[in-house]
């Protein structure tokens, strides 16, 4: 006698029962702290936020533990938490001039104004594992330099920008409205506020990739690095009932300036171009695949062949976000048992009608 | 073949297109009668699929017009067009013929499906009546209508080009552009597709434009010629006459490198 | 709301906040006057996966009020792990009461399925849509796609029908089975069997797809015409079953082939559990099935 499946409800609170028990793992080993997350695992915080797309290190921690370490998990509870919030306005934008810099290195000039800045780059480490770390450690104060923090170091392409070798920012219109996509279903074809903001909650592999693929000959644009920077930045924010504007505090983040292959006609003159990348934290790889990435999809503006997966528009911001991604990716775990069915029996009346052809008239089912 | 007394099928009139400084074409000026074929001859850079594109109303023109008249005996400008009229027309009045036949063909949906896409696009639901009609297309096309079923991957060149002819014609259209259509085919097969063409146009009436570098193709299909260089139109005139008496050094020098190869 | 808050604490009702709810109600309002019409929308992330449903909750969140009754459906099915994942969201976040009963319930989500029973004026039917675009695996691009449904060219979509017949014999779709919306769109109705398709035609209840992934949402008003897509020598034909419901012998229903040992051994029962069940309490037995009775519950 069959007993249709039931109990589902039950089932699925065992699951989540289990699931928190793996989560907590050996209970002989103390319990990880969202403190010893956040100061610890400072890069997986920084990730979560950036992809997330909300700037708070406690909450990024939460989601890096309650997710057992799985960053995409993480990011998509920032992501479902950040729905609820509610939304007061835009920041005035952020001078990243005016940053407190930690980090600064150019590719493109040997110095600049303030010095190359190498901060705390694992660039030059060996990857020799450290077997001394598997054990507590306490390692040397770092060596610092006095800072003047009302210094401002202007920006690599501004410098450019002086002797008109780059192209300009366009200038902000502001009464045009900042785009949102989590505020506006995204339309092709996007601006390049839409895509950038796509770009910046991308995913870090996906972004990655492409941009490596640009560097490969699919789509190439010949890019150097301007600058890398890395600090703390403040972010205001306007009142317009009072005609203030209030600091909101500081974040911590990492721009990339991309200096790419010029382009110029017979009545314009030759500039270099510009692909930009920025990303909450220290995310150094994810800044400058997205600033890589932005370029490429700048072809088209630019009057360049598009060609190459990195130019195409619509197959980026389509396929960018992870939670979207690993969203339907997984949704294949869910039963598809109706569909199925119709498949089923689909094949199964086609392979009947092929064999009553074969019956009735041989030479047809060739 | 070329009724003169009707009024013009299709009108350019100082059609001009710039690429920045680059000229694509400039000021060209012409009329087509339904039922002519027209050649547009020059070699590669001369401003004919530029041309090419702005009569088919793919390019707009930074000055000029295209003018053709409708079904319903009304001229209209392309430009004034909408999208969905522009679209209507491309794939009921006109027909367009590739050079290569996989941007004028869907490679992956078969023979029958790729003559028949023009008459569902237009409404027809009749499966059997929908094959029936590319059956018979086939035939006229010269291929074994039992590869029907066939995908065009399987087919040769010259085939794929033929099916290409026979989903354009399929919605009698009455003008019909054609780019290089027997460029990179043996020469063998390229006549066979010369006469096919040449037969077709008579019975239908086509009136064709057609871009070629190929001056026997042109004094084969076409009635009249427009020589291009550098964007202009430099030499036009009645296909024989300006074959056998070309009057500007250009077209004297294209002539004589033919007849000398 | 003040329910929400024992039930859910620091969420409002029914989770989304009340502006993103009037967003998305606009979006069905637009959906509603153009019937067929994929409206896009600002989709947000909501705390299940995308592909597991976010638009029709969405959807849902959105025109639920305190005293509406929910049902939700995966496969047919009210027991399903995501139909029970759903309704407990619900129940948690909006409080409201839930059913299994198809009757009963004024809001209904479902995924893959429209339930047995026909549906009335007074209930809305929401679909969890996966790819709203019934032209998406004949044009990958939006930019094209849109203009094709701008366009009414629809000539595409037929020759992907003439392919099969010419192929097969017959049209080879079972799920999610294009449709012509109001003699106007051509609509994807999701991976619904096409079993299911003649029952949005003419139907007495809204019917509302969300897609979350795509940013999404359509609708079928009541009493709109929608016509399965074919030839007229080819015309539409729904899926018949060649047997009886194993279960409660139905013969009417759309029937999930259950493997019941390992030996080729097989049976098939409704995919709708709440109509099975009915039909056993009325006294229906199938070939296989055995009286219901109180202590079998």
């Given at each position: 006698m069959y007993v249709a499946v039931k109990g589902g409800e039950?089932?699925?609170?065992?699951?989540?029962?289990?699931?928190?028990?793996?989560?907590r793992g050996d209970r002989n080993v103390p319990e990880i702290g969202t403190g010893q997350i956040e100061q610890q695992l400072s890069l997986a915080v920084d990730r979560v936020m950036s992809e997330g797309s909300l700037h708070d290190r406690g909450l990024a921690a939460l989601a890096i533990k309650q997710a057992r370490g799985d960053l995409i998990e993480a990011i998509f509870l920032i992501r479902a938490y950040r729905t609820t919030l509610p939304r007061f306005g835009f920041s005035v934008p952020l001078d990243t001039a005016g940053m407190a810099i930690r980090r600064s290195i150019s590719s493109t000039y040997k110095d600049l104004p303030g010095g190359q800045v190498l901060g705390p780059t694992f660039d030059y480490t060996h990857r020799l594992l450290d077997f001394a770390l598997a054990a507590e450690s306490e390692p040397a104060a770092p060596v610092t330099a006095p800072v003047d923090t009302e210094e401002r170091f202007p920006r690599v392409t501004d410098l450019l920008a002086q002797d008109d070798l780059i192209e300009r920012n366009p200038p902000g219109d502001p009464e045009k409205p900042v785009g949102d996509l989590t505020r506006e279903p995204l339309a092709f074809p996007a601006e390049r506020d839409l895509r950038l903001q796509n770009l910046a909650r991308g995913d870090e592999g996906f972004l990655l990739a492409l941009g490596y693929s640009t560097q490969r000959g699919y789509?190439?644009?010949?890019p150097f690095v301007g600058e890398i920077r890395m600090g703390e930045v403040e972010v205001e924010f306007e009142i317009p009932e009072l005609g203030l504007i209030v600091s909101l505090g500081v974040v911590t983040l990492t721009e990339c300036q991309m200096v790419n292959q010029f382009k110029g006609s017979l009545t314009e003159p030759a500039k270099f171009t510009r692909g930009y990348g920025l990303s909450f934290g220290h995310c150094e790889r994810r800044a400058m695949s997205m600033s890589l990435v932005d370029r490429a999809l700048r072809a088209g503006e630019l009057g360049e062949e598009r060609t190459s997966p990195a130019q195409d528009e619509e197959f980026v911001l389509s396929h960018s976000d992870n939670i979207q991604a690993t969203g339907f990716v997984e949704h294949l775990k869910l039963p598809h048992y109706v569909d199925f069915q119709a498949e089923l029996a689909l094949l199964r009346q086609m392979r009947r009608e092929l064999e009553t052809r074969s019956i009735t008239h041989p030479e047809a089912a060739e | 073949m070329t009724n003169l007394s009707a009024s013009p099928l299709l009108v350019a009139e100082g059609l001009s297109k710039f690429y920045g400084l680059r000229i694509g074409c400039r000021n060209v000026s012409?009329?087509?009668?339904?039922?002519?074929?027209l050649a547009i001859v020059g070699e590669s850079g001369s401003g004919k699929t530029t041309l090419l594109n702005l009569l088919s109303g793919q390019l707009p023109p930074d000055s000029g017009a295209v003018r053709y008249r409708m079904r319903d005996g009304e001229t209209k400008n392309l430009l004034d067009l909408t999208e969905a009229e522009r679209r209507f027309l491309a794939r009921t009045d006109w027909g367009f013929v590739h050079q290569d036949a996989s941007n004028g063909l869907r490679m992956g949906v078969s023979a029958g499906g790729n003559i028949g896409e023009r008459l569902m696009g237009v409404g027809d639901r009749h499966y059997g009546r929908i094959r029936e009609t590319a059956r018979g297309w086939l035939e006229r096309v010269e291929i074994d209508a039992a590869r029907?079923?066939?995908?065009?991957?399987?087919?040769?060149?010259?085939?794929?080009?033929?099916?290409?002819?026979?989903?354009?014609?399929?919605?009698?259209?009455r003008l019909v552009f054609m780019d290089e259509p027997t460029g990179g085919l043996d020469v063998s097969v390229q006549a066979r597709l010369l006469d096919l063409i040449r037969g077709l146009v008579a019975d239908l009436g086509l009136a064709v434009v057609l871009v070629t570098h190929d001056l026997s193709v042109a004094r084969l299909l076409s009635h009249r010629i427009l020589v291009m260089k550098d964007g202009h139109v430099i030499e036009a005139g009645l296909t024989d006459r300006v074959?056998?008496?070309?009057?500007?050094?250009?077209?004297?020098?294209?002539?004589?490198?033919?007849?000398?190869? | 709301m003040s329910r929400t808050a024992e039930n859910y604490r620091g969420y409002n009702f029914a989770y989304l906040d009340e502006q993103t709810k009037r967003m998305i109600r606009r979006a069905i309002l637009k959906a509603i006057a153009i019937p067929g019409y994929q409206v896009p929308f600002a989709s947000r992330e909501m705390p299940m996966p995308y592909g597991w449903g976010t638009g029709g909750v969405q959807v849902t969140a959105a025109i639920l009020g305190p005293s509406d009754v929910l049902k939700v459906i995966d496969q047919g099915a009210d027991d399903t792990t995501n139909a029970v994942s759903i309704r407990q969201f619900f129940e948690k976040t909006a409080g409201v009461e839930t059913t299994t009963e198809t009757g009963k319930a004024t809001v209904i989500q479902t995924r893959h399925r429209i339930p047995e029973a026909k549906l009335q004026a007074h209930q809305v039917l929401v679909?969890?849509?996966?790819?709203?675009?019934?032209?998406?695996?004949?044009?990958?691009?939006?930019?094209?796609?849109?203009?094709?449904?701008?366009?009414a060219e629809y000539g595409l979509m037929h020759v992907r029908l003439y392919e099969d017949i010419a192929r097969h014999g017959h049209i080879a779709k079972t799920y999610a089975?294009?449709?012509?919306?109001?003699?106007?769109?051509?609509?994807?109705?999701?991976?619904?069997p096409k079993f299911d398709n003649p029952k949005m035609h003419e139907s007495a209840a809204l019917q509302l797809f969300g897609a979350g992934r795509e940013k999404r949402i359509y609708a079928i008003p009541p009493h709109t015409r929608v016509v399965s897509l074919d030839f007229e020598d080819h015309p539409f034909e729904a899926t018949k079953f060649d047997q009886p419901c194993a279960l409660c012998g139905a013969t009417d229903s759309y029937l999930d082939e259950v493997i019941t040992d390992d030996r080729g051994g097989r049976m098939f029962v409704c995919s709708d559990t709440h109509h099975c069940e009915t039909r056993r309490a009325e006294g229906h037995v199938g070939p296989l099935g055995m009286p219901v009775t109180e202590a079998a519950e």
């Amino acid at each position: 006698m069959y007993v249709a499946v039931k109990g589902g409800e039950r089932a699925i609170a065992n699951a989540h029962r289990l699931l928190e028990h793996e989560r907590r793992g050996d209970r002989n080993v103390p319990e990880i702290g969202t403190g010893q997350i956040e100061q610890q695992l400072s890069l997986a915080v920084d990730r979560v936020m950036s992809e997330g797309s909300l700037h708070d290190r406690g909450l990024a921690a939460l989601a890096i533990k309650q997710a057992r370490g799985d960053l995409i998990e993480a990011i998509f509870l920032i992501r479902a938490y950040r729905t609820t919030l509610p939304r007061f306005g835009f920041s005035v934008p952020l001078d990243t001039a005016g940053m407190a810099i930690r980090r600064s290195i150019s590719s493109t000039y040997k110095d600049l104004p303030g010095g190359q800045v190498l901060g705390p780059t694992f660039d030059y480490t060996h990857r020799l594992l450290d077997f001394a770390l598997a054990a507590e450690s306490e390692p040397a104060a770092p060596v610092t330099a006095p800072v003047d923090t009302e210094e401002r170091f202007p920006r690599v392409t501004d410098l450019l920008a002086q002797d008109d070798l780059i192209e300009r920012n366009p200038p902000g219109d502001p009464e045009k409205p900042v785009g949102d996509l989590t505020r506006e279903p995204l339309a092709f074809p996007a601006e390049r506020d839409l895509r950038l903001q796509n770009l910046a909650r991308g995913d870090e592999g996906f972004l990655l990739a492409l941009g490596y693929s640009t560097q490969r000959g699919y789509g190439r644009n010949h890019p150097f690095v301007g600058e890398i920077r890395m600090g703390e930045v403040e972010v205001e924010f306007e009142i317009p009932e009072l005609g203030l504007i209030v600091s909101l505090g500081v974040v911590t983040l990492t721009e990339c300036q991309m200096v790419n292959q010029f382009k110029g006609s017979l009545t314009e003159p030759a500039k270099f171009t510009r692909g930009y990348g920025l990303s909450f934290g220290h995310c150094e790889r994810r800044a400058m695949s997205m600033s890589l990435v932005d370029r490429a999809l700048r072809a088209g503006e630019l009057g360049e062949e598009r060609t190459s997966p990195a130019q195409d528009e619509e197959f980026v911001l389509s396929h960018s976000d992870n939670i979207q991604a690993t969203g339907f990716v997984e949704h294949l775990k869910l039963p598809h048992y109706v569909d199925f069915q119709a498949e089923l029996a689909l094949l199964r009346q086609m392979r009947r009608e092929l064999e009553t052809r074969s019956i009735t008239h041989p030479e047809a089912a060739e | 073949m070329t009724n003169l007394s009707a009024s013009p099928l299709l009108v350019a009139e100082g059609l001009s297109k710039f690429y920045g400084l680059r000229i694509g074409c400039r000021n060209v000026s012409f009329a087509l009668q339904p039922g002519e074929v027209l050649a547009i001859v020059g070699e590669s850079g001369s401003g004919k699929t530029t041309l090419l594109n702005l009569l088919s109303g793919q390019l707009p023109p930074d000055s000029g017009a295209v003018r053709y008249r409708m079904r319903d005996g009304e001229t209209k400008n392309l430009l004034d067009l909408t999208e969905a009229e522009r679209r209507f027309l491309a794939r009921t009045d006109w027909g367009f013929v590739h050079q290569d036949a996989s941007n004028g063909l869907r490679m992956g949906v078969s023979a029958g499906g790729n003559i028949g896409e023009r008459l569902m696009g237009v409404g027809d639901r009749h499966y059997g009546r929908i094959r029936e009609t590319a059956r018979g297309w086939l035939e006229r096309v010269e291929i074994d209508a039992a590869r029907i079923d066939d995908k065009p991957t399987q087919f040769s060149g010259g085939m794929r080009q033929r099916l290409q002819i026979a989903r354009n014609l399929v919605t009698h259209p009455r003008l019909v552009f054609m780019d290089e259509p027997t460029g990179g085919l043996d020469v063998s097969v390229q006549a066979r597709l010369l006469d096919l063409i040449r037969g077709l146009v008579a019975d239908l009436g086509l009136a064709v434009v057609l871009v070629t570098h190929d001056l026997s193709v042109a004094r084969l299909l076409s009635h009249r010629i427009l020589v291009m260089k550098d964007g202009h139109v430099i030499e036009a005139g009645l296909t024989d006459r300006v074959l056998d008496d070309p009057q500007e050094a250009y077209t004297q020098l294209l002539v004589s490198s033919v007849l000398a190869a | 709301m003040s329910r929400t808050a024992e039930n859910y604490r620091g969420y409002n009702f029914a989770y989304l906040d009340e502006q993103t709810k009037r967003m998305i109600r606009r979006a069905i309002l637009k959906a509603i006057a153009i019937p067929g019409y994929q409206v896009p929308f600002a989709s947000r992330e909501m705390p299940m996966p995308y592909g597991w449903g976010t638009g029709g909750v969405q959807v849902t969140a959105a025109i639920l009020g305190p005293s509406d009754v929910l049902k939700v459906i995966d496969q047919g099915a009210d027991d399903t792990t995501n139909a029970v994942s759903i309704r407990q969201f619900f129940e948690k976040t909006a409080g409201v009461e839930t059913t299994t009963e198809t009757g009963k319930a004024t809001v209904i989500q479902t995924r893959h399925r429209i339930p047995e029973a026909k549906l009335q004026a007074h209930q809305v039917l929401v679909y969890q849509v996966p790819i709203p675009e019934p032209l998406r695996f004949l044009e990958p691009r939006e930019t094209e796609t849109r203009t094709l449904h701008a366009l009414a060219e629809y000539g595409l979509m037929h020759v992907r029908l003439y392919e099969d017949i010419a192929r097969h014999g017959h049209i080879a779709k079972t799920y999610a089975y294009p449709v012509l919306v109001a003699d106007r769109y051509v609509m994807d109705p999701s991976p619904i069997p096409k079993f299911d398709n003649p029952k949005m035609h003419e139907s007495a209840a809204l019917q509302l797809f969300g897609a979350g992934r795509e940013k999404r949402i359509y609708a079928i008003p009541p009493h709109t015409r929608v016509v399965s897509l074919d030839f007229e020598d080819h015309p539409f034909e729904a899926t018949k079953f060649d047997q009886p419901c194993a279960l409660c012998g139905a013969t009417d229903s759309y029937l999930d082939e259950v493997i019941t040992d390992d030996r080729g051994g097989r049976m098939f029962v409704c995919s709708d559990t709440h109509h099975c069940e009915t039909r056993r309490a009325e006294g229906h037995v199938g070939p296989l099935g055995m009286p219901v009775t109180e202590a079998a519950e």
